[in-house]
């Protein structure tokens, strides 16, 4: 962000000599002329940092003189809007876009795109419209600025918000252009590379939003090069003290590890020029921050870290890869289960390597990679490598594929997601890194989040297959739907016609899709079962106070609707469904509406009076979410029923006896209703037994078999030994009805050691003994 213009003081301070000096140089600077130091003040050629003439001559050797030119006057129009705005840090604000400029050029992006990353803070710092933007350098320019800007200018209720709403128009322009990311990410490290100016809390908050989100971005996107530094920026900003120990200790150790290093580097040398094997070999220095993650995560002292060799071998083709791995194993033993071959199975970020660890000189352990040249750019610069190579665009089209289909699974989670917190929390679960490949039936490989489940595994799949899916066999075996897969696995779905969502699946889901479609289903068929219910409601309601069906018109609805601030009918059913609103006060609302435009004439009889003993409502008990069985009573159909609407938790179905439900009901009479069951149930219902028996050898395997001959399913069971050879055998079962429960209990008591079975309810214990 830039600093407003200077203040009094500071603008005394500029008629100073020094001050006359950077005034000077600045209007030198604005022709391309003149750099600037860290400090703000002008610096001659030898210290130069940021210049617009060196960025010039590098864009020359691969754009051509018309883009080159368009480019110019984007950096003169940028020039121009920040004229008179300086980064915290004293340096004029046109430094910053064309540093994140220079960071493209090294991608050799499009003209467009560097263009855009030196306008990409106009539209957020200096009041210029998109409108004028897309006039002035076209409407693609315009768009990829407008996906980057941060929004200030609109108004959210919390800073988090405003985040997460950034982030969503970031994600959702970033699915159409790849680009938007790239000059986002580009902007973030510039950022972070001079986040030394700002105040302690902003650093502290900036570097962990990088930590969080556009590292694991650039991770996902193969932008490795990028990803290492805004991890070791962020870490050194966040956490200075451990990140200085730490550089202190690496600086510490490197003589101790060169000679051992060497002989590595000798050794492999030789082996692979013996196997006449052209290759490039490179120490990987490991990281601050790489060194910090695998001691917190693996419990490692420094020295356990620091212990492990890392190179990498860069050879010309891909069969060399593993001609150059047989050299390496002949040479130092292996160890076993570290070797990951990621040429035949790609990373989803379309990183290819080689992986193995062996044992080398002094028992010291080595970590290596194998790829080629192609690889490794593509390693380094991921999805941006579209721009850089292009010799060979059929191994860069598996990864451009990939790269579009997750840019595209952004566009279905945003489509299922409630609000931008919601969006925000879904894709970072999906942005980290660890992965497990897993297979279908028929050999197709599934790349998916470490720890996720079957249930990820469907919606990967398709959308219905996660929305119907009932069972998994995994490797041929049933498990349960919250097993962790691991690598390798062979995952088939088991689909049911009427199977749905269930809401502890949030629980256990990993990836951020698997998250949003569950929700979204839950959402809107929560709405459907309100809606539905709500208008038996208002039906009921309607029929007490005599109202005709011709006086339920859609005008009246509309005007209904409108003065209660809804948008619709099925607002208002859906709010009567969930007990925000209560049928009877909508349905006089409609009265007076029918007789206020239809006052009775002459002689016209009245309308009837309040129709006491129409029906009640009728339930099924499988309404879905909108309705639900009290747990204190467990109604089954048979029971006198009442209803209980709760606000924003649809209808609580009870026992008319229950004695909660009396005791609530006569608190607050308005928000009960009468029910009755409907006639053709086909539905399972929850009850409680208690069963009362002698304590001998097999007796509770002996009532579990009589539930089972009474075709009733067992949910729970617990024991209460009660003493003097007594116990009592508490079932949670589910039966259709009274009668099949007293079918149940007849094969209960069958068996001689059953003293007593009661159902147990919100009432008085009852002995259901039929």
Known sequence: MATSNPTAPELASSYSPAGLARRAAYALRRAGKVVWRGDGSPADASTAVVTFAALTDRLKRYLSSSDVQRIKEAYRFSDAAHLGQFRKSGEPYITHPIAVAEVLVDWKLDAAAIQAALLHDVLEDSGVAKQELASRFGPIVAELVDGVSKLDRLRFDSNEEQQAESFRKMLLAMARDVRVILIKLADRLHNVRTLDAMELEKRRRIARETLDIYAPIAHRLGLNAIYRELLEQSFARLHPLRYQTLQKAVLAARGNRREVLGKIFEAVRRALTAA?????????????????????????????????????????????????????????????????????????????????????????????????QEMHHVAESGVAAHWLYKEDDSSLSELQSRTHQWLQSLLEIQSQTGDSAELMENIKVDLFPDKVYVFTPKGKIVSLPRGATPIDFAYGIHTDVGNRCVAVR????????????????????????????NPSWLGFVRTGRARAEIRHFLRTTKRQESVELGGRLFAQAASQLGLAPQDVTDERWDALAREAHAGDRDELMADIGLGRRLAAVVARQMALLAARDAPAADGEAARPALNVASAPVVVRGTEGMALQMANCCNPIPGDAIVGHMRRDLGLLVHQLECRHAQRARRADPERWIDLQWAEDLTGMYDVNLEVRVINERGVLGRAAAAIAEAESNILNVHIEDEGANATAIHFKIQVQDRRHLARVVRSIRHIKQVQRVTRKSGRAHSSDES
């Open 276 to 372: 006449k094997i052209k290759a490039e070999v490179y120490g990987r220095e490991k990281t601050i921050y790489g060194i910090y993650h695998k001691m917190a995560e693996k419990r490692l002292s420094f020295s356990e870290v620091l212990d492990i060799y890392g190179l990498r071998i860069v050879v010309p083709s891909r069969a060399d890869c593993y001609l150059a791995l047989g050299v390496l194993h002949a040479l130092f033993k292996p160890v076993p289960g570290r070797f990951k071959d990621y040429i035949a199975i790609p990373k989803v970020n379309g990183y290819q390597s080689l992986h193995t660890t062996l044992i080398g000189p002094y028992a010291a352990p080595v970590e290596f990679q194998i790829r080629t």
């Open 474 to 501: 995994i490797n041929g075996d049933v498990q349960p739907l919250r097993t962790e897969l691991r690598n390798g696995d062979v995952v088939e779905i088991v689909t049911g016609p009427v199977a749905r969502p």
